[in-house]
């Protein structure tokens, strides 16, 4: 499956990531001092990632913030805008929750999965909700070092 508006050889180039919540919120809160945004835009401009988010990643980041029309523009200058969860996702959602290892896996966090099979992404993560889940593959920043990912 493509995202919108990716061509061919751009795919083989990227490799293609859901940015979870946690990632999306701890960017924002790094980019309140000025080492902080030199930080993110580093990290961002240095990435081969085709990054993607869904309505649960703006969701999950808008929850969190006072100043919503703010947090919107911030939102989108940095990242792509959401792709649509559909039936198809709603369906490998529960199919994930099924094969799933342990306990059951937060709504949110089913359909960022599911997203990223349907795509054949990997999860960009601050925190350990994808373990057990056969076939997907997570990166996940420790919470002492959030420059380092874990694979």
Do not use: C
Request: proline letters at 5%; a positive charge.
């Amino acid at each position: 499956m493509r995202l919108p508006g990716e061509s061919g050889h751009n795919e083989r180039r990227n490799v293609r990531a859901v940015a979870d919540s946690t990632l999306v919120i701890h960017f924002r809160k790094a980019e309140k001092t000025k080492e902080g945004r030199i930080r993110v835009k580093r990290w961002l401009a240095g990435q081969r990632l085709a990054l993607i988010t869904t309505p649960v990643t703006l969701a999950e980041f808008l929850a969190g913030e006072n100043q919503q029309d703010t947090a919107l523009e911030w939102f989108f200058s940095r990242f792509p805008r959401p792709v649509a969860l559909t039936h198809t996702t709603a369906v490998r959602s529960g199919r994930i929750q099924l094969r799933r290892k342990g306990k059951k896996l937060a709504t949110g966090d089913v359909f960022q999965a599911a997203v990223a099979e349907m795509f054949k992404a990997q999860i960009l993560t601050f925190d350990r909700d994808y373990s057990g889940i056969p076939g997907l593959k997570v990166t996940q920043y420790p919470r002492y070092d959030r420059t380092k990912p874990q694979t």
